[in-house]
């Protein structure tokens, strides 16, 4: 017999064995079918110009690692290039690039707020948020789902306990599981009110919303109190994050992050492909119209077959509420053609499991068409 707690993995098989009855064990599988899961919105994961550049590069001798921090010898050309392209596409006072959407979050939220701060989080955030500011230095609260009357009340409520630090507001532009838009006009509006920062992730909304697909937060990156990540591995088809910010910012997070100084650079090559990217967007304004256009055309075929939908993006959750019949449905859907993932809690709220169709332009009207159908007769007899 092992001594107590070496080599004894019934604790994990226990867990995993409670996951699976509630219908929430999770597994990999690789891609097939037809896209209607991934956040590759432009279809430029596989664009020949992005490759085309990557080639380039490579030949030209561009390494593939960066071999250390930016702190140390990872600093490399490409970044800086790509950092300060960011920050004019942007316009923005400065960039910083950071090897993905997850690790800035948690990186600006576990830096930049300050013992005696407040973090107010938007009920549904993504995970990196919510750990970010677990990890962090700020006492934090949660505010209702795009509600800035909750906002004000909850910034309210603090200054009457004695908060005296300055408050940090917390939203996405375009919420990644339901596929709505935060309301940023207001939220910007209270910030200014009370002297409180603004971070914004606008993971789904760089590359398909704002002119040229520069994201919602556009008309106030210049803002001295704005802090924004735009997201490089979904529209954009590359991999990393870029948080714009102002240079005094940038600088802290550069002296204080932890996440920054004592990670391995971003690959050289990742800062080539995403200047790519943002040249595409510039020189290819008609993939962010197809796809507007597709996201209307869905919207208007769901509306005709009378299937319910809760959001007006390119991002379609159609709720089923029970984790298992929400897995079935996604599964059949898969045996059907259709590469379409059932979402479950805790990335969801409880009993709002779901199917979350992702529109890009690696599908085409027709092949909406068919989806829809597929999930009509799927669910018939559902209430609609």
């Given at each position: 017999?092992?001594?107590?707690?070496?080599?004894?993995?019934?604790?994990?098989?226990?867990?995993?064995?409670?996951?699976?009855?509630?219908?929430?064990?999770?597994?990999?599988?690789?891609?097939?079918?037809?896209?209607?899961?991934?956040?590759?919105?432009?279809?430029?994961?596989?664009?020949?110009?992005?490759?085309?550049?990557?080639?380039?590069?490579?030949?030209?001798?561009?390494?593939?690692?960066?071999?250390?921090?930016?702190?140390?010898?990872?600093?490399?050309?490409?970044?800086?290039?790509?950092?300060?392209?960011?920050?004019?596409?942007?316009?923005?006072?400065t960039a910083l690039f950071f090897g993905g959407g997850y690790v800035a979050n948690f990186a600006i939220l576990t830096t930049l707020p300050q013992r005696g701060d407040l973090l107010i989080l938007d009920s549904l955030v993504h995970a990196s948020i919510h750990e970010g500011a677990r990890a962090g230095r700020a006492e934090f609260r949660i505010s209702g789902h795009n509600d800035p009357q909750s906002v004000e009340d909850t910034i309210r409520a603090w200054r009457s306990e004695g908060g005296m630090g300055r408050v940090w507001i917390v939203v996405e532009s375009v919420y990644s599981m339901d596929g709505d838009f935060a309301p940023l006009k207001d939220l910007v509006a209270i910030a200014s009110r009370h002297e409180a920062f603004l971070m914004v992730d606008e993971a789904h909304a760089t590359g398909v919303y704002g002119d040229q697909g520069r994201g919602l937060t556009a008309p106030y990156e210049k803002s001295e109190n704005l802090v924004v990540i735009h997201t490089c591995g979904k529209a954009l088809g590359a991999a990393g994050a870029l948080v714009t910010a102002s240079k005094a910012m940038r600088d802290f997070m550069i002296n204080r992050s932890r996440p920054f100084i004592f990670a391995t650079a971003p690959s050289p090559l990742m800062a080539v492909g995403i200047r790519e990217a943002l040249l595409i967007l510039q020189q290819e304004p008609e993939r962010q119209q197809r796809l507007a256009d597709l996201v209307a055309f869905t919207h208007r075929e769901m509306k005709a077959r009378g299937l319910r939908c809760p959001s007006d993006s390119h991002i379609v959750p159609y709720i089923v509420g029970d984790n298992a019949q929400a897995m079935q449905l996604a599964s059949a859907m898969q045996e059907r053609g259709f590469d379409i993932r059932g979402i479950r809690p805790p990335t969801v709220p409880a009993g709002t499991a779901r199917l979350r169709i992702s529109l890009t332009l690696n599908v085409g009207e027709q092949d909406v068409r068919t989806m829809l159908d597929a999930l009509m007769e799927q669910t018939m007899g559902w209430p609609r």
């Open positions: 017999m092992n001594p107590a707690g070496i080599g004894n993995v019934d604790t994990y098989v226990r867990a995993l064995r409670a996951l699976k009855d509630d219908n929430r064990l999770r597994t990999l599988k690789r891609r097939a079918g037809v896209d209607f899961t991934s956040n590759d919105y432009l279809a430029l994961a596989s664009a020949p110009r992005m490759k085309n550049a990557l080639l380039a590069a490579l030949e030209a001798g561009i390494p593939i690692g960066a071999g250390g921090s930016r702190l140390l010898r990872g600093n490399c050309e490409e970044h800086e290039n790509l950092e300060a392209e960011a920050a004019r596409f942007f316009g923005a006072e």
